[in-house]
């Protein structure tokens, strides 16, 4: 996701091999814990926005110009909860911030996009119970985070055809956390 002649070589052979892509999900991203940024040394920004922003942005920038031509198609953004809801993001400001930047990427390209039939949303997950979030949060309760396959059946739903009429969503999926 880091290198944009790559991935549009990685769609064109996609495209060859199995036909025109029509549906795609983002989730490459990352997290850096910095604590509050005011004491942070190095608040991690650039690599925040490098793997939060930039590989929303070449992704976008590898598939749409396809779908964009045949006039249609549906991409799901992996978010998350501070992008939109700032406040719950203490002590990772940076990792914030780069998710609010990619969020505005998606409604920004959803707007770009809408008459030629292609649709851009993103869902906003809460902590995701994954093994690594279980290891460096062992004083959780992991039952309240949202689980990988609630995620995964919000992600199909948008990719759907009964999402028809959904675009520049942002879809919160915060369980209980």
Same mark, same amino acid.
């Given at each position: ?18 036909? +025109?892509?029509?549906? #795609?999900? %983002?989730? #490459? ?7 509050? %940024?005011? %004491? ?24 749409? +110009? ?10 799901? =953004? ?7 809801? +700032?406040? !719950? ?6 990792? !914030? ?28 997950? $809460?902590? =995701?119970?994954?093994? @690594?979030? @279980? ?12 689980? +990988?396959? $609630? ?7 948008? %990719? $759907?055809?009964?999402? @028809?009429? =959904? ?11």
């Amino acid at each position: 996701m880091t290198d944009l002649g790559a991935l549009r070589e990685a769609v064109r052979t996609i495209e060859t091999n199995l036909g +025109p892509i029509t549906g #795609a999900a %983002l989730i #490459a991203g990352g997290f850096l814990y910095s604590g509050p %940024l005011h %004491l942070a040394e190095d608040d991690g920004a650039a690599a925040m926005f490098h793997m939060n922003v930039d590989t929303v942005s070449r992704g976008l920038r590898a598939l749409l +110009p396809g779908m964009v031509s045949r006039g249609g198609g549906s991409v799901v =953004i992996i978010g998350a909860r501070p992008g939109q809801r +700032p406040w !719950t993001g203490v002590g990772m400001a940076s990792y !914030t911030a780069s998710k609010a930047a990619a969020l505005a990427l998606v409604q920004t390209t959803a707007a770009e996009v809408l008459e030629s039939g292609v649709r851009v949303n993103a869902v906003l997950p $809460s902590t =995701i119970d994954t093994p @690594r979030n @279980r290891q460096d949060m062992p004083q959780a309760d992991p039952r309240r985070w949202v689980s +990988p396959e $609630s995620i995964a059946g919000v992600i199909q739903f948008l %990719l $759907s055809d009964a999402a @028809r009429d =959904i675009s520049g969503a942002l879809v919160p999926v915060y369980a209980r956390a």
